[in-house]
């Protein structure tokens, strides 16, 4: 039998043992790199102002080369040369994306928000997996955590400080013979609040409102914060507390989306999902200028929860592990998927008198609504396969994953 072979990406995140001096280096380099970055967008935004080109990636690394040999901007040629070029690199996405319409005009990057640099290259670096340890250019042998083996060839690393801690992120590559799903079962799946997901078989999977639960508690240290003289001591302390509540709230929600992923998708060689666009729902909510949204603050309670257990970040897991065993991920148009009957094809809203149950009023057809809009996403799914209708089918091989935690 002919197998092709894959090229598969995994990323490790371990937690980095740093000594106070090895974190004042890497805190350093972040810091570089954000000086970098404010420099050149406020370039190209004085530029903008005077109706100038845009100057762009290849620009700015002229420019960068030409600040490190300033003397007033002499302590960028202490910082390494990569990362100071990747934060260009990263503005230069961003601006992309702006005038592409996808995003918001790029911002200046704050002190402490989002402290992160990466290596590209992995000349720049080495790995050495057996003792747990990384080595950069000016920094040295770094110390991490070593809860798993690395596998695959490194090829980017990312070094991140999140909730007063840093850590590193290794992308590894390598290739593998495509692998043949060891189920042979379809599944549909139906996300929603009450339930995160109802599968077609019955089984339902409870959500985790970690962020709802935590909001109040985030809400009461932000209001604690504003009473703190700003850049105090007190401060100071109450936003690390902050920061740590949120890094929380984004671990429960991580390891909780990991563990459905991969129940599912270990079970199930075909998953059916719905489009739901996660994006567009949530913009409609706020309504326009004009017409605000007449469900604003109704929806915007939903959204909340929406995000909250982030549907769009289970699909993009469901799809890379499925791709991972050789299954299959279809994407299947959601209109009446919650008020057909499957029992005799009828299809209204009077179908589904409340939240919970399905009531079919020509045939008596009754279930639980959500198991059995999961049945009729299947169904849909198996009509795509029998006859080739328009599908979505997930990406590639390109998605990290894999990320082991090695926090705590
Ligand atoms: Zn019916």
Same mark, same amino acid.
């Given at each position: 039998?002919? &197998?092709?072979?894959?090229?598969?990406? +995994?990323?490790?995140?371990?937690?980095?043992?740093?000594?106070?001096? *090895?974190?004042?280096?890497?805190?350093?380099?972040?810091? /570089? /790199?954000?000086?970098?970055?404010?420099?050149?967008?406020?370039?190209?935004?004085?530029?903008?102002?005077?109706? *100038? +080109?845009?100057?762009?990636?290849?620009?700015?690394?002229?420019?960068?080369?030409?600040?490190?040999?300033?003397?007033?901007?002499?302590?960028?040629?202490?910082?390494?040369t990569h990362p100071l070029q990747q934060a260009l690199k990263d503005l230069d996405r961003a601006y992309r994306n702006f005038f592409e319409g996808r995003a918001e005009r790029p911002r200046f990057k704050k002190k402490g928000r989002h402290d992160a640099f990466r290596y590209p290259?992995?000349?720049?670096?080495?790995?050495? $997996?057996?003792?747990?340890?990384?080595?950069?250019?000016?920094?040295?042998?770094?110390?991490?955590?070593?809860?798993?083996?690395?596998?695959?060839?490194p090829k980017q690393l990312t070094l991140s400080r999140e909730g007063g801690h840093w850590f590193v992120a290794i992308q590894t590559e390598c290739e593998l013979s495509a692998p043949v799903h060891p189920a042979s079962s379809a599944v549909g799946v139906d996300l929603g609040v009450a339930?995160?997901?109802?599968?077609?078989?019955?089984?339902?999977?409870?959500?985790?409102?970690?962020?709802? +639960?935590?909001?109040?508690?985030?809400?009461?240290?932000?209001?604690?914060?504003? &009473?703190?003289?700003?850049?105090?001591?007190?401060?100071?302390?109450?936003?690390?507390? !902050?920061?740590?509540?949120?890094?929380?709230?984004? &671990? !429960?929600?991580? $390891?909780?989306?990991?563990?459905?992923?991969?129940? !599912?998708?270990?079970?199930?060689?075909?998953?059916?999902?719905?489009?739901?666009?996660?994006?567009?729902?949530?913009?409609?909510?706020?309504g326009t200028v004009d017409a605000p949204g007449r469900h604003v603050r109704a929806k915007a309670g939903l959204n909340r929860s929406i995000l909250d257990q982030g549907w769009g970040e289970f699909r993009r897991q469901v799809e890379y592990k499925q791709t991972w065993r050789g299954g299959l991920v279809l994407v299947v148009d959601p209109r009446n998927?919650?008020?057909? /009957?499957?029992a005799c094809g009828h299809v209204s809203a009077e179908n589904r008198k409340t939240q919970a149950v399905f009531l079919c009023v020509r045939c008596g057809h009754a279930a639980d609504a959500d198991v059995n809009a999961a049945r009729n996403i299947l169904a849909a799914g198996h009509a795509v396969i029998a006859c080739g209708e328009r599908v979505q089918q997930g990406p590639s091989m390109k998605q990290e994953p894999a990320v082991s935690e090695a926090a705590a």
């Open positions: 039998m002919y &197998r092709a072979l894959v090229r598969v990406l +995994k990323a490790y995140r371990f937690r980095l043992e740093p000594s106070p001096a *090895e974190a004042r280096g890497l805190a350093r380099v972040a810091g /570089c /790199c954000r000086f970098v970055f404010n420099r050149a967008l406020a370039l190209e935004r004085q530029r903008f102002e005077r109706g *100038e +080109k845009h100057l762009g990636y290849a620009a700015l690394c002229k420019e960068l080369t030409s600040w490190r040999r300033a003397p007033a901007t002499a302590f960028l040629a202490e910082a390494p290259d992995p000349k720049q670096f080495q790995v050495d $997996d057996g003792h747990g340890r990384v080595k950069f250019p000016k920094l040295g042998w770094l110390r991490y955590r070593r809860s798993r083996a690395v596998s695959g060839t339930k995160f997901a109802a599968l077609s078989t019955g089984e339902t999977f409870a959500p985790v409102s970690s962020l709802l +639960k935590h909001a109040k508690k985030l809400a009461r240290a932000q209001r604690a914060l504003s &009473r703190k003289v700003k850049y105090s001591r007190n401060w100071r302390k109450q936003k690390a507390r !902050i920061e740590r509540l949120h890094t929380k709230v984004a &671990r !429960i929600r991580h $390891d909780f989306l990991h563990k459905t992923s991969t129940t !599912i998708s270990k079970t199930h060689a075909m998953v059916v999902l719905e489009d739901l666009s996660v994006r567009s729902m949530s913009r409609s909510a706020r998927t919650s008020r057909t /009957c499957p």
